[in-house]
Nanobody, 124 residues
């Protein structure tokens, strides 16, 4: 599975961005999809995950109510809509795919494939 993340950039605090992650190489609808992020000097942390069917989602407490994960299985793409951005959201954002379609994993070790990352910078 190849994952290509895009949509990062520089935005002011309170602004919005939408990240996209296009997948290829395997039936997309069989993959649970997640977003993680990593800031300099910190470990990669879970942000959000969506079930393979799109029927359920789960978020880190730090982004709950501000970020929304969604997917379009016809386009083989998962999205992360980020609203009310804060400087502490600044990080490289990675999309990831889990071959276990029934799981909504929050640990990095549960994911089998990773995209290259896209930088999100939120200025104060």
């Amino acid at each position: 599975v190849q994952l290509q993340a895009s949509g990062g950039g520089l935005v002011q605090a309170g602004g919005s961005l939408r990240l996209s992650c296009a997948a290829s190489g395997r039936t997309f609808s069989t993959l649970a999809m997640g977003w993680f992020r990593q800031s300099p000097g910190k470990e990669r942390e879970f942000v959000a995950v969506i079930h393979s069917s799109g029927s359920s989602t789960y978020y880190a407490d730090s982004v709950k109510g501000r970020f929304t994960i969604s997917r379009d299985n016809a386009k083989n793409t998962v999205y992360l809509q980020m609203n009310s951005l804060k400087p502490e959201d600044t990080a490289v954002y990675y999309c990831a795919a889990d071959r276990s379609p029934l799981r909504v994993g929050v640990r990095r070790q549960q994911y089998d494939y990773w995209g290259q990352g896209t930088q999100v910078t939120v200025s104060s």
